[in-house]
């Protein structure tokens, strides 16, 4: 079990003073978890990127996580950590300045460290190539101030498409106030706008358009609800078929 495993399990985290009877402010590289370097999302690259289908038919919002062991089991633990993991999302957009998300694949387990979820970082220009819109607005959206976002994905069994659900994890108060400076100067370097790709249908055929930009002022807005359920289909025989 890594070291900050143990912290979230314990409720506690990493100290950085030894001063008796004082708050020691934690240091965001204490945060770590084990990254998969891009292996866990191998097998899930014709669902991100496949030009063949559309984003509707790639990404699933709406699957009940409660159906899949691994899925509700990782978002629990999700929540459960949310301070570690919320400290480490916030160590990833510092070190790379731009918008982005934590993404954990529920059907992946590093070889090195079986019983631990495996973290990737997918930076906005990767999310944008997605042309999923309410996977854009989630990114584009966020306040990097505020909060960070993780994805957790379940890929179908052909690799084709993936069940996916977000969660927003506020910054600790006392990371933001360790870090307010660096914070507010990764902020200020972002761009002003994040337009959303999005597929159109013309005369039969599939394009690819630009719908309005994200502005990041006054304040975010919020993000496009996912739509409603299609009924009489059950979400399994969905799935298989995906």
Same mark, same amino acid.
């Given at each position: 079990m890594s070291k900050t495993l143990s912290y979230a399990y314990l409720? /506690? @985290?990493? %100290? /950085? %003073? =030894?001063?008796?009877?004082?708050?020691? /402010?934690? #240091?965001? =590289? &204490? !945060? #770590? !978890?084990?990254? =998969?370097?891009? *292996?866990?999302?191998?097998?899930v690259h014709r669902a991100f990127y496949g030009k063949s289908r559309k984003a509707a038919d790639r990404f699933h919002w709406l699957f009940p996580p409660e159906k899949d062991e691994r899925v509700s089991s990782l978002l629990n633990w999700i929540q459960t950590a949310s301070f570690e993991v919320a400290s480490f999302g916030l160590q990833k957009f510092l070190q790379t300045r731009e918008r982005g998300a934590l993404v954990v694949n529920a059907d992946y387990r590093p070889v090195h460290s079986p019983d631990e979820p495996a973290f990737d970082w997918i930076p906005w220009a990767d999310i944008q190539k997605t #042309? &999923? #819109?309410?996977?854009? *607005?989630s990114v584009?959206?966020?306040?990097?101030? @505020?909060?960070?976002? @993780?994805?957790v994905i379940l890929p179908s069994p052909s690799g084709r498409s993936v069940a996916i659900w977000r969660r927003k994890l506020p910054i600790p108060p006392r990371i933001f106030l360790a870090y307010q400076a660096q914070i507010t100067q990764a902020i200020a370097s972002l761009k002003k706008d994040y337009p959303i790709h999005v597929e159109e249908c013309v005369h039969g055929k599939r394009s690819t358009a630009v719908s309005d930009g994200i502005h990041r002022l006054p304040g975010p807005s919020k993000p496009t609800p996912p739509p409603s359920p299609k009924k009489k289909r059950k979400w399994y025989k969905l799935w298989l078929s995906a």
């Amino acid at each position: 079990m890594s070291k900050t495993l143990s912290y979230a399990y314990l409720g /506690t @985290v990493p %100290s /950085t %003073s =030894s001063g008796a009877g004082h708050a020691a /402010t934690p #240091r965001l =590289s &204490d !945060f #770590r !978890f084990p990254e =998969s370097q891009g *292996e866990a999302l191998k097998g899930v690259h014709r669902a991100f990127y496949g030009k063949s289908r559309k984003a509707a038919d790639r990404f699933h919002w709406l699957f009940p996580p409660e159906k899949d062991e691994r899925v509700s089991s990782l978002l629990n633990w999700i929540q459960t950590a949310s301070f570690e993991v919320a400290s480490f999302g916030l160590q990833k957009f510092l070190q790379t300045r731009e918008r982005g998300a934590l993404v954990v694949n529920a059907d992946y387990r590093p070889v090195h460290s079986p019983d631990e979820p495996a973290f990737d970082w997918i930076p906005w220009a990767d999310i944008q190539k997605t #042309r &999923d #819109r309410i996977l854009q *607005e989630s990114v584009g959206y966020y306040n990097p101030a @505020v909060h960070i976002l @993780v994805l957790v994905i379940l890929p179908s069994p052909s690799g084709r498409s993936v069940a996916i659900w977000r969660r927003k994890l506020p910054i600790p108060p006392r990371i933001f106030l360790a870090y307010q400076a660096q914070i507010t100067q990764a902020i200020a370097s972002l761009k002003k706008d994040y337009p959303i790709h999005v597929e159109e249908c013309v005369h039969g055929k599939r394009s690819t358009a630009v719908s309005d930009g994200i502005h990041r002022l006054p304040g975010p807005s919020k993000p496009t609800p996912p739509p409603s359920p299609k009924k009489k289909r059950k979400w399994y025989k969905l799935w298989l078929s995906a």
